[in-house]
T-cell receptor, first 112, second 111 residues
Framework: QQPVQSPQAVILREGEDAVINCSSS?????VHWYRQKHGEAPVFLMI?????EQKGHEKISASFNEKKQQSSLYLTASQLSYSGTYFC?????????????FGKGTKLSVKP | DGGITQSPKYLFRKEGQNVTLSCEQN?????MYWYRQDPGQGLRLIYY???????QKGDIAEGYSVSREKKESFPLTVTSAQKNPTAFYLC??????????FGQGTRLTVV
């Protein structure tokens, strides 16, 4: 039931761009994106809702293709602080606002 | 300050012992969640609750139990039936179509 994230890991140089993908086998009500530093709590980045509404930080962009049940997170001009593990979380219409399931994560490393 | 608090930060369990992890929020959120985190496995849902006195099993509920007697509190008990409980446990809360807030986690180790 976990959404599938790709890639599993990515290494960037400062200033490079990256895309992280998230796909689900079920129809989605919402997609959430979080970043976690080692040993810390995940931090909210973006939420995308069915119907096109988005809420999140200004410097983060993401897309949500409802028909394909997929979402992508776009990280541009990466900084060292972007390093961490990125998780997508999904809610289905049946469990809307209730059943928040996360993927296995994408580990992003930004090098100087 | 509003937030979600987990305690303790570190917890050690002996074989065959039940332990309870605390999660309290003062954000007035309706839904609360418990996740287990193991290396390479992401965040796996144990239990969640959308309202007081009601909760649902997640993907890995076996060996765990919860209660939701108050809106603010959602404690997780790791029972002796959970054979491999060593992990990082995260509690979260949210309301409506908004983001989830996470506690700082409890690291449980079997000794």
């Amino acid at each position: 039931q976990q959404p599938v994230q790709s890639p599993q890991a990515v290494i960037l140089r400062e200033g490079e761009d990256a895309v992280i993908n998230c796909s689900s086998s079920k129809a989605l009500y919402s997609v959430h994106w979080y970043r976690q530093k080692h040993g810390e709590a995940p931090v909210f980045l973006m939420i995308l809702l069915k119907g096109g509404e988005q809420k999140g930080h200004e410097k983060i962009s993401a897309s949500f293709n409802e028909k394909k049940q997929q979402s992508s997170l776009y990280l541009t001009a990466s900084q060292l602080s972007y390093s961490g593990t990125y998780f997508c979380g999904t809610e289905t219409p049946e469990g809307s606002q209730g059943n928040l399931i996360f993927g296995k994560g994408t580990k992003l490393s930004v090098k100087p | 300050d509003g937030g979600i608090t987990q305690s303790p930060k570190y917890l050690f369990r002996k074989e065959g012992q039940n332990v309870t992890l605390s999660c309290e929020q003062n954000l007035n959120h309706d839904a609360m969640y418990w996740y287990r985190q193991d290396p390479g496995q992401g965040l796996r849902l144990i239990y969640y609750s959308q309202i007081v006195n009601d909760f649902q099993k997640g993907d890995i509920a076996e060996g765990y139990s919860v209660s939701r007697e108050k809106k603010e509190s959602f404690p997780l008990t790791v029972t002796s039936a959970q054979k491999n409980p060593t992990a990082f446990y995260l509690c979260a809360s949210k309301t409506g179509p908004l983001e989830a807030f996470f506690g700082q986690g409890t690291r449980l180790t079997v000794v």
